[in-house]
């Protein structure tokens, strides 16, 4: 059997209805906040992710699906969406646009060759935002408390972890602090630890061989080199931070394994002690240099991204079910030729008008149908017959309360429509809604 490439998987059934049911809410609550869809290719010319994301960061030296075009290009499938939505900005002169900032956001399947674990695949889904074009703390404030506002409406209790990476003299200043602590330990550290010393210091500290080390635990915290400027610039977003109700905490060890990343970086984790859910469900911080890095005029940035794939894992062992659809408006039964062939358009006809509507396929009895109904959970039945049809005539049952009537045909829609509003009245008792579109406010009152 041919089977799916390891660090990949199938996503199908319910499990592609709580997907869609995310990946849905957080577009909208994008159009909330004002940001823009932004779609950039699944794979950019290799340069594109060497030069942001760094050489000497694990997730292009080790990780990137890279290939050779027929063209002879070097090619990358984009391990992140960053430095693409970064690169169509230059490319497109968006920064040229008078409506700065430019808010935008993205959603796609990245590649990463990880070694495959749970929550860590090579296939991952990722929703991300990046706002472009203001260094105002406000929009620190604005995209860590975005993050987090996303997992409260889901019902997941997060919290998050913030740090600084000061600006670029704060930075210097670290890394020849971090030389000359770790040159004396030099011989304990991996051989990549080693290249990474010379290289970029900062990427030590993110080591997966060597992080338990107790020298990676007692290395000098950024903190402690950031200038007066950056200093004062992590306290401002703390401040807004806290005008916005974020729980968050500062967290000295973030240092993200991507190179672009100046002052704020934060990530997010579900606030649980459980073994199964340690690790970040979104990620992101300010990236002041990036533009200019790939060749834009200089230009303020800040963004996240959450892995749609861990927190459908974090929903799931956090035992938090999302309102999916569960079932169909409509399933319309027949036997006869003639009853089958107004079973056919009829279903176009509910469907055009707004109702989910499914038939039968497969030359079902009528006792199998009704089971066929259930399986579906459809809430409103139409059973056709011939002699109704001759006096225009339907037969409606509503199948949660078993309600059976036989109404004219010219009714129909207006019947099922006033039907299915009274089935669907939410009961939560929790919130205001008129019965139908409570997704937000119910799991906002949790
Ligand atoms: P990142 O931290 O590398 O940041 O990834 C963001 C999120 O993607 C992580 O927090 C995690 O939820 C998910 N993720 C990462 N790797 C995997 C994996 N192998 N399997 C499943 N999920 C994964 C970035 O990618 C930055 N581009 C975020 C950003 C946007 N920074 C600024 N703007």
């Known amino acids: 059997m041919i089977t799916k490439a390891k660090g990949c998987y199938d996503l199908y059934g319910k499990e592609a209805q709580r997907f869609l049911y995310i ?39 080790k990780e990137t699906y890279d290939f050779v075009d027929r063209g002879d290009r070097k090619m990358t499938l984009r391990p992140e969406g960053t430095a693409g939505v970064v ?78 990476l000061g600006d670029k003299e704060s930075r210097d200043n670290y890394r020849s602090a971090l030389v000359d602590y770790f040159k004396p330990h030099i011989n304990f550290l991996c051989d990549d630890c080693k290249m990474r010393l010379e290289k970029n210091p900062l990427r030590v500290l993110d080591c997966k061989v060597d992080h338990e080390l107790d020298i990676m635990k007692n290395a000098p915290r950024m903190y402690d080199y950031l200038n007066e400027d950056s200093k004062k610039r992590f306290e401002d977003v703390q401040k807004f931070l806290s005008l916005l109700d974020v729980n968050y905490e500062i967290d000295y060890t973030i240092v993200r394994g991507l190179d672009y990343y ?22 992101g911080g300010r990236y002041n240099g990036l533009v200019e890095m790939l060749g834009g005029p200089q230009t303020s940035g800040i963004g996240f991204a959450t892995g749609l794939d861990r927190v459908l894992i974090a929903l799931e062992k956090s035992g938090i079910e999302l309102p999916v659809s569960d079932g169909l408006d409509v399933f319309v039964m027949y036997v006869s030729e003639t009853e089958k062939q107004f079973a056919t358009t009829l279903v176009q006809e509910l469907r055009m008008n707004g109702f989910s509507c499914d038939t039968e396929y497969t030359g079902r009895n009528l006792k199998s149908q009704f089971k066929q109904a259930d399986r579906l959970n459809a809430k409103m039945l139409v059973i056709l017959n011939d002699e109704d049809l001759k ?30 509003l009274e089935d669907d009245e939410c009961d939560c008792g929790e919130c205001h809604c008129d019965g139908e579109h409570h997704e937000f406010s119910c799991h906002n009152e949790e």
């Open 23 to 61: 990946n849905n809410l957080l577009a909208s609550l994008c159009e909330k906040y004002n940001y823009q869809y932004i779609r950039t290719p699944l794979f950019e010319s290799s340069e594109v992710f060497h030069r942001a994301v760094g050489e000497s960061s694990d997730l292009v030296s």
């Open 87 to 164: 690169r169509s900005y230059i490319e497109n002169k968006m920064y040229g646009d008078s409506n700065q900032p430019v808010k935008l956001y993205y959603n796609g399947t990245m590649y990463r060759y990880e070694r495959p674990q749970a929550g860590r695949n090579r296939e991952l889904t990722q929703f991300g935002v990046e706002v472009l074009g203001s260094d105002d703390v406000m929009v620190d404030a604005e995209i860590i408390s975005f993050a987090y506002n996303i997992f409260r409406i889901l019902g997941l209790n997060v919290k998050v972890k913030i740090n600084s």
């Open 262 to 283: 100046s002052h704020t970086v934060f990530e997010v984790e579900v606030d649980t002690d459980n073994k199964d859910l340690q690790f970040a469900i979104a990620g």
């Open 391 to 420: 006096n225009n005539m339907l037969k409606v049952k509503n199948n949660h309360t078993k309600e059976e009537e036989t109404i004219d045909l010219d009714y129909i829609l207006y019947y099922l429509d006033e039907a299915l």
